[in-house]
């Protein structure tokens, strides 16, 4: 019976019970021969690949995942552990992932738009919850038109091609997120890589590329690894200076970067100054998926009609796109939100310092507790597990050599005595491990 366990178990049970019909055996035949014939290949794909993982744990940099048994939230219950644990690096910024309103919406446009559209947008997967996320993003923004995606990912990986040609040019830092890097290697532009916020280098290849027809510098907002920021006044200085288009991936900056949480633009004082900008529903808006590009509204006209992510993938499930609209509802009603998770972002950044550790970035809530070594970042996190405080060690070749770090994500919904608890593990663990004194 063993050969025929893909089956269905009522097939099988048919089987056990005598009950044969013809048609199963039929298939079991079949696929017992095709097995016979085909499994060289299928074992020879399984040692390429067990060689490969083998490599991998061999490095080091194996990545097993810890099974959360509760919803996302700052206290969560994790697989065998019998505490719940302080959560400090989902990307959960304003608590919103578990928020009771925004749960509630996703019900309700679950119950009144149904699980899903069974369809890409252009054929009949556009809902009105569609458009109205669309406007109130372009409000958001204070830009003229927004175009959803499954993912921000997908956003960047449906622009550049869309759009940009042999005639064309592409300047991207080089530490840009990999869905900038993937969305570049699509088109068929000039490429060009400058070093990471450096304006000099950038203004080096801009020079390189006076001919092309357009020219599009492309930049995280903040970058994820070090929570600094992209210098966009600078930035937007050469644009102007060289006829460049702006654009700018700002995942970790919406919904709670600058003082309304419209992101780095708003952080620098210079809202509506990119030209194009991308994100995601998935980090501090709802938390649960989707992406979109804003800009100009030809610009998103042609991506509609172009952009292989939204031409041909499923629209937005109407449950995720209620919760991102009531996500932006709440964050843009009421300021506590972004008041909250900057006054813990404070406390936390001012409390560590004091203390003697190094806190890269700039004020940003993505705070990367600096400790060189990779081990000892390991080992570091461990023991803030012990702690009952989930935090992740980052080493090489995530960032680079001699920089491991424990990238911390502050929310606004720790309480100030979790953000209190969490410094007095860095504390105690940090003079054990003589990183401070
Ligand atoms: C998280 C992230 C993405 C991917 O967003 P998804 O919506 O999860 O696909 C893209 N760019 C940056 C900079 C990110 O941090």
Redesign the pocket.
């Known amino acids: 019976m063993c050969g025929v366990s893909w089956l269905p178990s009522s097939a099988i049970s048919a089987l056990r019970r005598g009950r044969v019909t013809s048609r199963f055996l039929i298939q079991s035949k079949d696929v017992a021969l095709y097995r016979s014939v085909h499994s060289n290949a299928s074992e020879h794909l399984k040692s390429i690949l067990r060689e490969e993982i083998n490599n991998i744990k061999a490095a080091g940099t194996w990545k097993e995942e810890r099974i959360i048994t509760s919803s996302q939230s700052t206290l969560i219950s994790v697989a065998g552990q019998n505490t719940k644990i302080l959560n400090f690096c989902a990307n959960n910024y304003l608590g919103l992932s578990n928020h009771p309103e925004v749960v509630h919406a996703a019900k309700t446009a679950l119950e009144k738009y149904g699980a899903g559209l069974s369809s890409v947008r252009f054929i009949c997967g556009t809902q009105s919850i569609h458009k109205e996320l669309e406007k109130k993003i372009a409000d958001f923004h204070c830009k003229e038109d927004t175009i959803l995606y499954p993912?921000?990912?997908d956003a960047?990986g449906g622009f550049f091609e869309s759009v940009l040609t042999p005639k064309d040019a592409v300047l991207s830092d080089e530490l840009n997120?990999a869905?900038i890097i993937d969305g570049i290697r699509l088109c068929k532009a000039q490429k060009f890589r400058y070093k990471h916020r450096d304006m000099a280098d950038l203004e080096e290849n801009l020079k390189k590329v006076s001919d092309a027809r357009l020219k599009v510098i492309a930049t995280?907002g903040v970058f994820?690894m070090d929570g600094n920021v992209a210098p966009l006044p600078d930035i937007c200085k050469l644009a102007q200076k060289y006829g460049a288009l702006t654009f700018v991936?700002e995942?970790?900056a919406t919904g709670f970067f600058g003082k309304t949480g419209r992101g780095t633009e708003e952080f620098y004082g210079m809202m509506g100054a990119i030209d194009i900008i991308t994100s995601?529903l998935?980090?501090a808006v709802g938390g649960a998926?989707?992406?979109y590009t804003t800009g100009p509204k030809e610009l998103i006209d042609i991506l509609r009609q172009r952009s292989r992510p939204y031409l041909f993938s499923n629209s937005m499930p109407p449950a995720v796109v209620g919760a991102a609209v009531k996500a932006l509802d709440l964050l843009i009603n009421d300021s506590s939100f972004t008041e909250r998770i900057q006054k813990n972002t404070e406390r936390f950044r001012s409390a560590m310092t004091k203390a003697g550790f190094t806190i890269a970035g700039e004020n940003h809530p993505i705070c990367p507790v600096m400790l060189g070594d990779a081990k000892l970042a390991t080992i570091f996190a461990e023991q803030m597990l012990c702690r009952g405080i989930y935090v992740i060690g980052f080493s090489y070749p995530v960032v680079p050599k001699d920089k491991a770090r424990i990238r911390v994500q502050i929310s606004a919904a720790h309480t100030k005595d979790e953000i209190d608890k969490a410094v007095n593990a860095f504390v105690d663990i940090g003079k054990k491990l003589n990183v401070i004194k």
């Open positions: 993912s921000c990912f960047n997120h869905s995280d994820s991936d995942c970790h995601t998935g980090k998926a989707g992406g």
